[in-house]
């Protein structure tokens, strides 16, 4: 995709595809309900993350759309000179890690999924840090 059609600066780019996606998760693919390449500002060093929405009331009584319930990716941009090295890591370790996640978030109990949940990859110093936050 060329850099005017992606929505990012020159200097940014994803280090992941949704291919890259799509092979890691296999059938869990039709349980994400949105993936997204984010072009806002500087994520610091996130470079993934992954949310579980949860069908739960956030407005006065009103239940959300049944079709937004379910789990959310987000790819994140990094600078285009790291990007062969952060795919590299993503594939081999947080791809993995996120197919664990969503594997161990669909066996949960109802406790958990009537609860958002958010869980992000950081790369900091070639090194990959992954947990849940509020």
């Known amino acids: 995709m060329s850099a005017r059609n ?5 200097h940014r780019a994803w280090p992941l595809t949704t291919t890259d996606i ?3 998760l ?4 039709a349980r994400v ?3 997204r390449f984010l072009t806002g500002h500087d994520s610091g060093t996130i470079v993934l993350g992954a949310a579980w929405v949860a069908p739960n009331p956030r407005n ?16 994140h941009p990094v600078d285009a000179t790291e ?3 952060t795919r590299a890591v993503l594939r081999a370790q947080a791809l993995p890690q996120l197919h ?3 594997t161990q978030a669909i066996a949960a109990d109802e406790t958990w999924q009537l609860t958002d949940h958010q ?8 090194h990959l840090i992954h947990r849940d936050e509020a």
């Open 6 to 10: 992606r929505g990012l600066p020159r």
């Open 22 to 24: 799509n092979e890691c």
């Open 26 to 29: 296999g059938s869990y693919t």
């Open 33 to 35: 309900r949105d993936l």
């Open 60 to 75: 006065y009584g009103r239940g959300i759309h049944p079709d937004t319930v379910g789990f959310r990716v987000d790819v």
């Open 83 to 85: 990007r062969a090295a």
């Open 100 to 102: 664990e996640w969503i």
């Open 119 to 126: 869980h992000y990859w950081r790369l900091t110093d070639g």
